[in-house]
Structures are given as structure tokens and as C-alpha cells.
């Protein structure tokens, strides 16, 4: 069986047909896989580093073929293309520079104290260890930064698990595309094929072969709130429960001081309808709910304007686009919300920006106005200003939160207050873009992700490990990172 | 509704009558609890260093009627539960000594730098932040270092987490003292008594209460598979699903070379027997299956030489007793298993060390074999030495795994696979006793625990915390370990 990708442009068919994986196919590759594991774990972080590099200049070789393929087949533009393969090489990047000072493995050496309180000790040394086969769920929305060889599968691959990677089915030939340029650059490092995979299909059953495969030890995810709910029961239930890292939903909030809108109106209603409708409003990332101060109306028509003059790219699938569609439909029909539109763009996946003007009274008795809608629109909710800490208090978890603000605003206890919801609190910018840095945190409380790390930055590396302690062994049969004589050279913390 | 503690010595009861509590009182001790997690999690380092210091004081000071009540509810010597409160005392103590450095926080700063690639970053701050209310389930088998102050306790109120303790129904006059101590710390420290309660009941409802209320943001358990998967279950369905850190079953098997036999024969069954035996069997890294070469005969006559000579305390509880009993019938009435036996304690719940010995074969069809029995006893399994990595590979995951072996042995592929299945790797020495160490690991693959973390050990620390990045906030706005100016002296990487 195959299927064939569609063009969001025209919703054409595009490139060759797609081999759809039958159930053996996906077990077989997770058990190849599974064989080859111990490969990739016991290479020296030097190796292991090269071999991220060489996977890194591997995807840069393919620029052309992935920057015709992934705009085709996402509808996205060249320059978005460009940078995705770009930052999904500066992941293997950053990974292998971390991976080369050894410091991912977390070395502690306790040497031996017989005058230790309460009990004397042993000698105890401990590292971290990859898990073994990781299986990953590709995003539509990021066709190379978050897709097979995107920050899930680097950070897998860079902690010494084998990845297995479900490829997600609106964009399977780049899909295609990446896994060659893996393949050959395990390859030209010498190690197996089967240390990554990609699978492919419109099945739903894919998601169940891969989760429940006793081989795999653990999921990253990213994706609906639902299909991670569905991925933890099953992980949960298996005999051998594995953790899933899922990143899910988020609204994204941001609140608006009137000092800000004094200071910066016309700056702050382009900056965020912008935001709001970058990569056609198909990021995790979008600020779905703004909260203005009540009586902003100048603020209001700044953001009418603007929108008016605006056009997105069309929507990635023809199922987002479907429920783009519905959703505005339904926020649409609710009373007391002002609808301020974009252009329409009428070709193949297009659709219309769209972004709905309310009240926190309104919004509370229509839950639709409070939840994410992919695609280019967002909720904007007049208040009091004296209100946007019970509203803080009563949102969900999200990936961010963002004030707007002035210098004259006192800002802490709402600063406060949101970093009890989010991973990531922003001061005066847009929370679209997400820096791939040592500091970044992308996860937050549920349902943003399902346990408390980050997908995005170098510390996604720590979900696929698992520290284990030698206790006593002679010095020539500890694994390497743990010698004395460091022969790897990594960062050991010696008490 | 009161109940009462019953001595393991001689069944009676002891102690006061326990209030039983209700639901009402669970979730308002649990609100309670909420409404004061701020004012924890916003002091100093250096104040909350001090808070773990007088908890640790304050438990010191009541040290003797801690003995009193802990050795008549549980029947452990006095030098055990002696030991037992030092251990807790120095976990809060090394919990401070992390904690005023404030390592812990894993403050990252990257400054905002317009050269970056793939993209100009901001200004980027990122902390670990406390989660707010932690549900700790004392375990049964550690009235002190694993109760409701114990290990889980300690490194969720040292990363400024409120607690609520579930006290375990077999030491309830023991935990209501522990309960005091921790209340005085904090009314001397000048924070609510409210940031720490214990609850107290033999109601199974009352695990759900804790599991399901909103305000509880993580477990902290120590117990049965079956009820970690209870937990699991429950904490997953929550409209707002929270992480539990289950530490649950483990066989901690042993292989023993037939070189280590051939040095060290007798210290060898001797420490076998002992390690088995210790708290009466009740250690979660007790040897449950040791596994020793075909032809052993000499070392299985020492074995029972030396386990004949043996009696053990009373078990914890009725239950565990009436449990240990049934093992036992169940094991012993197995074909092709020979029963060992050491001195039958009648008193309370006293009960008969049983060692069992039978082949890999018979072990293997007889499930029961394979599981962990709480209470004096171990299964050993002679094996053709050249069986053991297929034997090591087929085990589930474990919190240690231990080779007893020579330096003539080639070690190193057991201790890798083992080290694949355990969270610790043990060289010629015994599971039971786990150092608090920086390096130790106490958690391994399921049914081990449930996630990848330890629950002895600084490390611990980390499983109550959740990272929160900052971005672009002014510098007098900015959390205090974060500012530049660094006023609480805490540890900053800074990029």
C-alpha cells in the first residue's frame, strides 16, 4: 500500500507514492533497531559527537531537494524552509558540543569514606545511560526543525538511544529525504542503518504498533492534547510502562497594560496580529488569548487595520484547514464577539485570518473562546486591568506567557503568578520564536507537556537518559567515563 | 473514627487512639497547604537551608521517644530505628547543604546576543521552580528515613514544595510524632505549621483524596507495584494529570561466580544469608534471587548451616505476616525446590527464615519464584555460569542488580547488561544498605520505579521542581537567583 502527499497550495498530489508500513515492517525496524542500540551507546562522546556533525552536514548537502520538497508539501515559504533546515542543523550542532564535554552524562564519583555519616560508604560512581530504542511522533507544523531528525530525534540520537520516527503524513517525502540523509551519515561513521528509522502511513494503528512495542523505551511527542492522552494510556498500560514526552497544547496568553498601549500602540497591535499569524498561526507558540485593558478601543482598530491588510500562506493540511474553518464558524456564532478579518486566501488550503474581539464575562461562558484553534487567529479579551491576576490564576498550563508592559507598570506579582503556569515568561516581546539555547525551557504544566523538560534547547537531551550507579568495581572493568584515568575526558564531579 | 497501632511483638495494641481522617479534612489540610506554598517557595536559599537544619534538630530532639514509639510499632531493634533517625536527620541536613548553594536552581543565563545562530536569542533566564503541594505516601518498611519525613518528604520540602504525608497505618503513633517535630521546626522558623500535615487513616479512599486533588502537584510513593499502578492510573485521569515518583518492586538478584565461591565460600553464604535476612527481610533491595553455579553443593550447605542458626524480628504488620506465610506454603509446595530453614520466632508476627533452592529451569516455570516476597526469605537458582547473561536479559527492571564475583572473572559484559536492567550495579558486596550519597541511584526500569529518577540521594531533590525560563525581564523584576547581581550567592552558568 502507498499513499501520495498533498500540495496545500492546490491541493494537488505531490511527489512519489509513499510506502505505507504494515505492523511487521514498524516491529522489525524497532527490533533492528533494538539489535544496533548498544552500537551508538558504548561510542566514546568524541565519536558520538562526530557522528552528530556528520548528520548535520548530511541534512545541509540535501538543502535543495528538502527546500523543493518541504515548501511543496507544506505550502510554507522558501526563506521559513531555509531557516527550519538551518536550525535542524544547529540542533545536531549543539548537541554535539555538549555531547563531546561528556557533561550530559552527569558524572558523580563518591569515592569510598569509611568515616561517612551515617553508615560508611562504598565507592559509588555514577553516569547517565541512553534508554535504547526511542520512538518519535514527527509534528506537521515544523517539517524539519521538529519532524524525523527534528529536536526530539537529535536529542535522542545525541544521548546514544536508536530513533525510530513515525513521519508525519502531510509531509512524507521530506520525511523520506531526511531519513537517506541519516542513514548515510551513520553510514559514513560506520555504524548501522538501523540505529534510525522512519516510518510512514496514514494508519492510525502506526501511533499503537510504535507505543506498545516492548522494544521501545521510551516516546517524545509532540502534537493535540487528545493523541497524548491516548499515547500515556497506552505507554501506561503496557507491561513495562515507558515514559511519553509530550508537548501539547497551549494558549498562550499575553496581557496588555494600558501603559503599553500608551507608550507603543501602533507597534504592539502589528507586533502582535504578526505573531499571531506568522507560519499562517501554525506555531505551538502563538499568542491565542491577548488580554487588553477595558477601553482600548484605538488599541482595537490598530489591530483592524492591520489584519486588514494581511494574507497568510495556506494551512499546512487539509484537515487543519477543515477545522480552522469550523472553529471560526463556531467563535463566530457566539454573541457578543466582534469578528475583524484578514484576506481571504481562496487557493487550495487558504483560508482567512481572523481574530475575534470579547469580553472576560463572554469568554468565560463560551469555553470555545479559551481553547487553541490552529491556524491564523487569536482571541482578544478586553478586562480590567485589575482582573488579569485571577485571570492568570485561572488559566491552564502553557508553553509561555507574555506581559506587555511598561517600565511604570508594577509587574512582578503578575510575573509571579504566570510562572506558576508556563514554562517560559516574556517580557515585552512575542512568544513565537523559540531560541534554541541552554536557558530555553519549551514544556510547561499540563497540558502544555506531559512532564516537567524541555523539547526545545540542549537540556531535551536529559529526557532519553537514565542514571546508573556502579558501586565497587575495579577500576578496569568501570565503563570509561568513569575511570579515574578519565580516557574520555568528560566532566566528572569527584567527592 | 480513631484506630490503633498494633506492636508486631505481640500483636497488642499500642499507643494512642489515631484520628481517622475524612475527606473533608484531607482536601482542607491540602488547601491549607496550597494557600501557604508561596511563602516556602520565595525564602532565601539560605532561610530554607536553615528550615531543613531545624527540622533536622527538632526530629534529633525527640530522638528517645521516637525509639520508644518506632521500636514497639514496628519491632525493629533499637539500634535500627536508632540508625534510622540519624539517616533522616542527615538527609535534611545534606538536603540544606545543597540547598544553600543553590545548585539545586540549575540557574542558566544566556544573554540576549544578536549574532546567534539560526537566530538573534534574547535575553534568556532560566530556574527551577517548586511545584507547590506534594503528596508523599510513607512506606511501611522505614519507619523514619522513608516515612513521613523521610527521604521524599525531605527533598520535596527542600525544594520548597509544601507536603502532605500520608502516614503508613502501621506506625501512626510514630508519625505523629515526626508530624510535631516538623510543625515546631516551622512555628520556630516562623512559617505556617500549615506547610506540612500528615494524614492518617486506614481508608484506602484516602490515597484517591490525595491522588485526585487539584491542588496536589506530584506524588512521592514507596510501595507495591500494584498500588504505584493504582496511582498511576488515577494521577493520569485528572483533568490536569500529575507526575508520580513510585519507587516499587525489585528481586535485586545476585550472581555469583564459581571463582568467588572458590575464594570466599563461607563469607559468601554468610553475607548472603545476612543480607537476605536484615530487617527481617523487608528492604526493598533485599537479594530475592541469587543465582550460583550447578555444582555448588559445598556453598549450598553453608547457606543452610548458616540460616539454620537465624531468627529474625517480627514482620512490620499482620498483613505482611499473613502475606510472608502464604509465599512461604506456596513456594514450598513447588516440585523440584528445596526448603531451607533458620528459627522459627512465635512471637507476634514472628515468622520462620525460608530460603529456597531449585534450578533455572523449575524457576522459570514457577512465576512465583520470580516475584519479590516481602519477609525473610530468597530464592537460590543454580545456573550453568554461561547462562547467566541470557538469565540477566531476561529479568524485568531492577534497583540493584549484584556480582559477586573474582578479579579472574571477564565481568564486564554481565555488569553492562546489568547495568540495562538496575539502577545500580553492585561489585562484591550486598544490596541491602544504600548509601545517601550524591552518586547513589535508587530507581531503576519499571517495576523498579516509575520514572527515571532516585529516591535516595540529593538527586531526589529534582523530581519536585520544574523549570521556568525568563525572557527579557528587567533586572529588578527578575527573580533574585536570577539577577546579575546575584544577591543570593547561588550558582549561575552563565553564557
Redesign the interface.
Same mark, same amino acid.
Given at each position: 500500500m502507498t499513499f501520495l502527499a498533498v500540495q496545500p497550495v492546490d491541493g494537488q498530489n505531490y511527489g512519489s507514492p509513499i510506502h505505507e508500513h504494515s505492523e511487521n515492517e514498524v516491529r522489525d525496524l524497532i527490533a533492528r533497531a533494538a539489535r544496533e542500540a548498544q552500537n551508538l551507546a558504548k561510542l566514546s562522546p568524541q565519536k558520538q559527537a562526530q557522528l552528530l556533525r556528520a548528520i548535520a552536514e548530511s541534512i545541509e548537502s540535501h538543502r535543495a531537494e528538502l527546500i523543493t520538497s518541504a515548501c511543496a508539501e507544506t505550502g510554507l515559504p522558501e526563506g521559513r524552509i531555509g531557516?527550519e533546515i538551518?536550525?535542524t542543523t544547529?540542533q545536531f550542532n549543539l548537541f554535539a558540543q555538549l555531547v563531546e564535554t561528556g557533561r550530559h552524562l552527569r558524572v558523580? #564519583? !563518591?569515592k569510598a569514606d569509611p568515616n561517612?555519616? *551515617?553508615?560508611p560508604?562504598?565507592d559509588?560512581?555514577?553516569q547517565n545511560?541512553p534508554l535504547?530504542v526511542v520512538a518519535i511522533f514527527a509534528a506537521s507544523n515544523f517539517p524539519l526543525a521538529f519532524s524525523v531528525a527534528g529536536g526530539d530525534s537529535a536529542s535522542a540520537l545525541a544521548s546514544g538511544n536508536a530513533v525510530v520516527a513515525k513521519g508525519h503524513p502531510s509531509h512524507p517525502n521530506t520525511c523520506a529525504i531526511v531519513e537517506g540523509a541519516v542513514k548515510s551519515a551513520l553510514k559514513s561513521s560506520e555504524l548501522s542503518e538501523d540505529l534510525f528509522s522512519v516510518v510512514q502511513g496514514v494508519n492510525p494503528q502506526i501511533t499503537h504498533w510504535l507505543a506498545n512495542d516492548e522494544n521501545v523505551k521510551a516516546i517524545g511527542f509532540t502534537g493535540s492534547e487528545n493523541v497524548g492522552r491516548i499515547l #500515556? !494510556?497506552i505507554a501506561?498500560k503496557r507491561e513495562? *510502562?515507558?515514559?511519553v514526552f509530550a508537548e501539547m497544547g497551549s494558549l498562550n496568553p499575553v496581557f496588555v497594560t494600558s501603559a503599553a498601549i500608551s507608550e507603543r500602540s501602533l507597534e504592539l497591535a502589528k507586533g502582535l496580529v504578526d505573531s499571531a499569524l506568522l507560519g499562517s498561526g501554525q506555531f505551538c507558540t502563538k499568542p491565542g488569548l491577548v488580554f487588553v485593558p477595558a477601553s482600548s478601543d484605538g488599541f482595537l482598530a490598530e489591530i483592524k487595520d492591520h489584519l486588514a491588510t494581511l494574507k497568510v500562506g495556506p494551512l499546512l493540511s487539509a484537515s487543519i484547514a477543515k477545522r480552522y474553518s469550523a472553529a471560526i464558524s463556531e467563535l463566530s456564532s457566539v454573541g457578543a464577539v466582534k469578528v475583524l478579518a484578514g484576506i481571504t486566501n481562496e487557493a487550495g488550503f487558504g483560508a482567512t485570518p481572523t481574530i475575534f474581539v470579547t469580553d472576560w464575562k463572554t469568554a468565560q461562558s463560551h469555553p470555545a473562546l479559551l481553547e487553541e484553534h490552529f491556524g491564523p487567529t487569536t482571541v482578544v479579551i478586553s478586562a480590567d486591568e485589575s482582573q488579569y491576576l485571577s485571570i492568570a490564576s485561572s488559566l491552564?498550563?502553557q508553553l509561555t506567557a507574555t506581559i506587555q508592559g511598561s517600565?511604570k507598570d508594577s509587574?512582578?506579582p503578575l510575573?509571579?503568578l504566570l510562572?506558576?503556569h508556563?514554562?517560559?515568561?516574556?517580557?515585552?516581546?512575542f512568544p513565537t520564536?523559540v531560541?534554541?539555547?541552554?536557558?530555553?525551557?519549551h514544556g510547561g504544566?499540563?497540558?502544555a507537556s506531559?512532564?516537567?523538560t524541555?523539547s526545545v534547547g540542549i537540556?531535551a537531551i536529559y529526557r532519553f537518559?537514565?542514571?546508573?550507579?556502579?558501586?565497587?568495581?575495579?577500576q578496569d572493568?568501570l565503563?570509561e567515563a568513569l575511570k579515574d584515568s578519565n580516557p574520555w575526558k568528560v566532566e566528572q564531579?569527584i567527592?
Open positions: 531557516g538551518t536550525r544547529v558523580v #564519583i !563518591d561517612y555519616s *551515617p553508615a560508604r562504598p559509588i560512581r555514577r545511560q535504547g #500515556i !494510556d501506561s513495562v *510502562p515507558i515514559p491552564k498550563g517600565s509587574v512582578q510575573m509571579q510562572s506558576e508556563a514554562g517560559r515568561v516574556i517580557w515585552n516581546g520564536g531560541a534554541v539555547t541552554e536557558a530555553m525551557q504544566p499540563w497540558p506531559s512532564t516537567h524541555t537540556d537518559m537514565r542514571p546508573v550507579a556502579y558501586q565497587s568495581f575495579a572493568v565503563p564531579k567527592n
